[in-house]
């Protein structure tokens, strides 16, 4: 028996103090919950009066939405969104055929398919790899064309977001397997072998991107038999894929390392191949385990693919930069610059999102609670 | 019992596998195939770029280093006049580069930290800033960005007569940034000199504290000290010199600014873009950093009497640094390759003034080698510095 002796009638129980409850208690917990704490809550607060309202007034109050050219824009003192309107296809889709741009479109929302089925686990694996080739194999020959009623064009037309888009895409896929055989090749005992990987991998990442593109676009003519030529395009997926290979290859690597030594040596011991060890026990696990910085390295990939405006390539950014040298739109930089650098912010965004899920969702066999 | 024995046994003779399964022998035989194949390609590729170099008239050699280069380069911090060679642009353009990834790196640690610090921080709204802040530079292009800072210097911002004036003294306008410098007096050298002087002696004197705290467990104000030794030993050498300071002032003169330390729009836009982007990045680095530290850590901490300020110190930084350091140094790598972008730009950098020399040369091949071998060896000096570094912060297993 308790000696604890309850009371005979319940008290009603009493409201926690106001200050702590509703929006007043999120405030005070929040935002002033110290003098320190106040004191940046009040310059945050001032920093966000002086820039959003006219921020807000220039792109929705002051703007113009409709104008036939730029001097109707330049009259009033918002954004000029009359500008993208004029000139979205072609930021979008560059020099293509006007009549023909039906075909980028559909293959911006290939490319989105492909995205958009790569977060589905159940499909993670070969069907995977069958899509990403479908897709890309698609994706070609929409842009070529000269099939079906539809007029060839050549790639110095391929333009704007289908070509940053293509250029990503294609540098992931061929990247991948050139990867893994670098970080296999990193791992690997036979010392010409490693050598070699270590010296590609490290040659490639210690320098920048654009050097490898101009590489590309100058060297790779000179390496050829003299009489051939080489598609300006395919130069630079050359030199994206390449680039691409040693940032992916040490990310395998990792992956390859983490893989506990008992899966090799049961592995050796059920009497497996090199080739079928890897392909069938090492490189599965290692290859799930990495998903999440893969993801990021492909939003890096898709970020680079802007580098190419340098040597002069019609990408998204490239698309953007050329609509404002128009004698009738000139000076409206932050429009065309907002709107591609939206695009660019939504599949970045969106990808790093899915990432940092996948992150938690794969490890969360190995973390604690709470 | 050995399996030797066992096989001796049961009657079955030993037999040596055939040589073609004979792994050190199949591990030869691939290297020489991967070799010779490398050794093939790579011949084939020389061979196709000499033919092509002798047809199209393009000389080969690092000769053209020494001959005139003949084009002007908007800044420089050495000596420079297209009557110079082309070896000389190359060098103002290493400095370039140099400059701008070594105050780029420090200043995009230090926006980079406040931030991460930002983003943990309890208070409501100054978290969702700088998410904001994470989330918006991370998931867009730097060229995009850079391009960007360009145009709202060369765009947007007014001329030098309606210069924009951020701080006192400071203008921004298409011509660049201008802000005052101190003029150079003798005494500003020993300055210097007393500086070193009490680094040294802070340096000492916490090794002698150290080593008095271990033997007698008697506590010295080692912080205290060395900062009024920092502080106080060169502001003493100033005091006593006279205190010899003027200002180099920008004025207003016609249509410039005269006087003041100006700095082209493209190496400002450059920077700024640089800073901001990789500050973003180290941001999220420095917030993982403290948060791989757990709550129980702190918690021991104050459980065994240390104050914030010596628990942060003592138990939470030396934790957080060891996940921080190794990829902050990719971070400061990426930076540095980053700053390569200004050829989009037009800041005379390493790479926009080798691409200018192959462009009159002709000699792309060379050209690319130079530029190569001078990332590849900041990539590889900031890596070496870094590993450095990061022995001292890592894990001691004892």
Known sequence: MSDITQPEIALPSEKPPAATLGAIGWLRTNLFNSISNTLLTLFAFYLIVVLVPPLFRWMFIDSTWIASSGKDCRASAGACWAFIGEWYRFILFGRFPYAEQWRPLIVIFVFIAMFLASCDRRLWGGKLIAIWLGGGALAIALMFGGFLGMTYVETSLWNGLPLTLILAVFGMLFAFPLAIMLALGRRSNMPAVHSLSVAYIELIRGVPLITILFMASVMLPLFLPSGTTIDKLLRAQIAIILFAAAYLAEIIRGGLQAIPKGQYEAADALGLSYARKMRLVILPQALTMVIPPLVNTFIGTFKDTSLVLIIGLFDLLTTANTSLTDANWRGFYWEAYMFVGAIYWCFCFFMSKYSQYLERDLNRTNLRRG | ?398
Request: glycine fraction near 8%; aromatic fraction near 10%; charged fraction near 10%.
């Open chain 2, 1 to 398: 019992m050995t399996i030797e024995s066992s096989r001796r046994d049961i009657g079955i003779a030993p037999t040596a596998p055939a040589f073609w399964n004979n792994p050190s022998i199949r591990a030869l035989f691939y290297q020489l195939v991967l070799v010779g194949g490398v050794i093939a390609v790579g011949a084939y590729l020389v061979h196709n770029t000499l033919e092509n170099l002798a047809r199209q008239g393009i000389a080969t050699g690092f000769g053209f280093l020494h001959r005139e280069a003949a084009f002007e380069i908007g800044e420089s911090l050495i000596e420079y006049s297209p009557a110079d060679t082309y070896g000389r642009a190359l060098l103002v353009g290493l400095l370039n580069t140099l400059c701008v990834a070594g105050i780029g790196v420090v200043l995009a640690t230090i926006l980079g930290t406040i931030m991460g610090i930002a983003r943990l921080s309890t208070n409501w709204l100054i978290h969702k800033l700088a998410a904001f802040y994470v989330e918006t530079v991370r998931n867009v292009p730097l060229l995009l960005q850079l391009i960007v800072w360009w145009d709202i210097l060369r765009v947007s911002a007014p001329g030098p007569r309606e210069a924009w004036q951020v701080l006192p003294d400071v203008f921004v306008s298409n011509r660049g940034v201008v802000f005052p410098l101190p003029v150079y007096h003798p005494l500003y050298a020993w300055i210097g000199l007393a500086l070193v002087i009490a680094i040294a002696a802070s340096i000492y004197v916490k090794r002698w504290a150290h080593a008095r705290q271990m033997a007698t467990g008697e506590q010295f104000p080692v912080l205290r000290t060395s900062a009024a030794l920092i502080i106080g030993l060169p502001l003493l050498v100033f005091v006593i010199g006279g205190m010899p300071f003027t200002l180099d002032k920008p004025e207003l003169r016609g249509f410039n600014f005269s006087g003041g330390h100006v700095v082209s729009p493209e190496f400002v836009a450059l920077l700024v873009g640089l800073v901001v982007y990789t500050g973003a990045f180290i941001a999220e680095i420095v917030r993982a950093g403290i948060l791989a530290v757990s709550w129980g850590q702190s918690e021991a901490a104050s459980a065994l009497g240390l104050r914030r300020g010596l628990a942060l110190r003592l138990v939470v930084l030396p934790q957080a640094l060891r996940v921080i350091v190794p990829p902050m140094t990719s971070q400061y790598l990426n930076l540095t390759k980053n700053s390569s972008l200004a050829v989009a730009i037009g800041f005379p950098d390493v790479t926009s003034i080798g691409n200018t020399t192959m462009n009159q040369t002709g000699q792309a091949i060379e050209g690319i080698a130079a530029i190569m071998v001078v990332y590849l060896t900041i990539s590889l000096l900031i890596s070496m510095f870094m590993n450095w570094y990061n022995r001292f912060v890592r894990l001691v297993e004892r």
